[in-house]
């Protein structure tokens, strides 16, 4: 049984996570490289559990128990007594090789090692560790406290024990499992950044403006989002960086991201991250 999971990264993804494994009674360690990113992801947990206290969704008590099982911590030695630990750092494929070949030294053989890729190889990934049949994708859909859905993804030599063994997690984290062999971009970033691509082409050619193109989708269709302020949540250069990977491995023009999306990419116009991409938001990512 998994009582303590590890998340490497704690970016919008990686403070989402923390917080949904938090919530379902499991001790969470969170890794980062510096104390002031550490320190500020904790913020930012704690600012979306506020809000749900203002929504009457929890109690100050749940709140404060939430955060007692969260452990920042700096150095990846402390992650080695974790029956889980889920990678969810930048979408670069040497940075994550580099993560898993670290977590690969410093834990036990049955120590299951995921990674929240939106779109990279797994069987890639895994070729870096002694033990590739222990990795696998476990792919969340932001906001993943709410979004209920995770893509489980087996990599070439990915076992039917670790399949098994996830698949029974999603049960626990209260997810609907959805089983993915490994393609570029799996099921759900496959088809949201084609949605994204297109909608921006529909903005350069001047059809619509962001706002009236989001609106349409969000009364025409009851997305929650429409797709610049989704954009916007996941990060622009994570939606850049998915469609170009997707566009290496299959070589066809529809995952070409759009210029527009490199510009704001170039310009440091991230979306909630940086307080400013398609709209702008506030210090505790709210839309402005």
């Not at 993943?144 to 893509?151: D, F, H, I, R």
Request: hydrophobic share 40%; net charge negative.
């Amino acid at each position: 049984m998994i009582k303590k999971v590890g998340v490497v990264g704690v970016g919008t993804m990686g403070q989402g996570l923390a917080e949904m494994l938090a919530k379902n009674s499991l001790d969470v360690y969170i890794l980062e490289k510096s104390q002031d990113r550490l320190e500020h992801a904790m913020h930012m947990i704690e600012v979306s559990l506020d809000k749900q206290i203002e929504k009457w969704a929890i109690t100050s008590s749940e709140k404060k128990l939430i955060i007692s099982r969260i452990n920042p911590v700096t150095d990846m030695e402390k992650l080695s007594g974790c029956e889980l630990i889920i990678e969810s750092i930048n979408e670069e494929l040497e940075d994550k090789k580099e993560v898993f070949k670290q977590l690969d030294q410093i834990t036990s053989p049955s120590t299951i090692l995921a990674s929240n890729t939106s779109s990279l190889s797994l069987t890639e990934i895994a070729s870096v560790t002694r033990s590739p049949e222990r990795v696998i994708g476990m792919h969340f859909v932001h906001p993943v406290a709410t979004v209920n859905v995770v893509e489980v993804v087996r990599g070439l030599k990915t076992s039917e024990q670790t399949v098994e063994a996830m698949k029974e997690f999603a049960d626990v984290i209260q997810k609907k499992a959805v089983m993915v062999f490994e393609s570029p971009g799996f099921v759900t970033t496959r088809l949201i950044c084609l949605f994204i691509n297109e909608a921006l082409h529909v903005l350069e050619e001047g059809v619509a403006t962001a706002e009236d193109i989001d609106q349409a989708m969000r009364n025409g269709y009851s997305f929650k989002y429409g797709p610049f302020q989704m954009a916007d949540h996941f990060g622009l250069d994570s939606v850049q960086a998915a469609l170009e990977n997707m566009f290496r491995e299959y070589g066809e023009l529809k995952y070409r991201p759009s210029f527009v999306l490199k510009k704001m990419v170039r310009a440091g116009q991230l979306g909630v991250k940086t307080g400013m991409g398609f709209f702008k938001y506030d210090t505790d990512g709210d839309r402005i």
